[in-house]
């Protein structure tokens, strides 16, 4: 069974600093790995991906990730974060064959303050 | 949220009742998709459909129902069996689930209160 830790309950950073929220995963073969971010009271947006190749991906708002394939881990990172990146992230992972249900990290808050 | 909708925004239940969610998307996904979010434990798989007319059990299926008659549309009810309904409710859909990686894209939610 496929399953994600995400460490970190929260993350507090000050605004400029670098932030990263860590996840690692479990999965049979090879793992597509999602971050999604969710505002209070509204749904998950999608941010990056990694499905295979360049171990950095970029995506929306200055955000990468890095896949680690030895460490099992997809690290969400943005090299100075803002106020408004205060939000709860969400890891998932999937296989890249059969089961193509996501499983779901517990989520991180992350607090950025001015 | 892109083209995603649930309805309503708040929904408030008395013991014993059944209600439905709705949950629109305007995306020509094929799949959809509906989750509990329950706080500090991430998101449970309820029910998914991969095409119109079929649809299977997720990790947590007691207690709730679905039908999938069109394409843009997977209500879900929740009914008086599901002992524990308090939670907020995301409705997510996909392009085609057995073609990978494919990304879910998710609705705004619906926070579900029992009185």
């Known amino acids: 069974a496929q399953s994600v830790a995400q460490p970190e309950d929260q993350v507090n950073v000050a605004e400029g600093n670098p932030l990263t929220v860590k996840c690692t995963y479990s999965?049979?073969?090879?793992?597509?790995l999602f971050w999604y971010v969710q505002y209070p009271n509204r749904g998950l947006q999608f941010l990056l991906k990694?499905?295979?190749?360049?171990?950095l991906v970029k995506g929306s708002y200055g955000f990468e990730a890095e896949f680690n394939k030895s460490q099992t881990s997809f690290h969400l990172k943005k090299p100075s974060a803002l106020v408004s990146d205060s939000a709860l992230y969400f890891c998932?992972?999937?296989?890249?064959?059969?089961?193509?249900?996501?499983?779901f990290g517990a989520g991180t808050t992350v607090t950025v303050r001015a | 949220d892109g083209g995603i909708t649930q309805s309503p925004k708040y929904l408030f239940r008395k013991e014993g009742q059944n209600v439905t969610l709705s949950c629109e998307q305007n995306?020509?996904?094929?799949?959809m998709y509906w989750y509990r979010q329950d706080p500090g434990q991430g998101l449970r798989l309820i029910y998914y459909?991969?095409?119109?007319?079929?649809?299977q059990k997720g990790d947590i299926a007691e207690g709730y129902s679905v039908s999938r008659e069109k394409k843009e549309s997977f209500p879900l009810t929740v009914t008086s069996a599901q002992k524990n309904p308090t939670a907020f409710y995301l409705c997510?859909?996909?392009?085609?689930?057995?073609?990978?990686?494919?990304?879910?894209?998710f609705g705004p939610g619906t926070r579900l209160t029992v009185l």
């Open positions: 997510a859909s996909s392009i085609d689930s057995s073609v990978p990686p494919d990304t879910q894209y």
């Open positions: 999965v049979s073969g090879n793992p597509y």
């Open positions: 990694y499905i295979t190749g360049d171990n």
């Open positions: 998932a992972v999937r296989p890249s064959r059969g089961d193509y249900k996501l499983s």
């Open positions: 995306l020509n996904h094929d799949a």
């Open positions: 459909s991969q095409i119109v007319n079929d649809f």
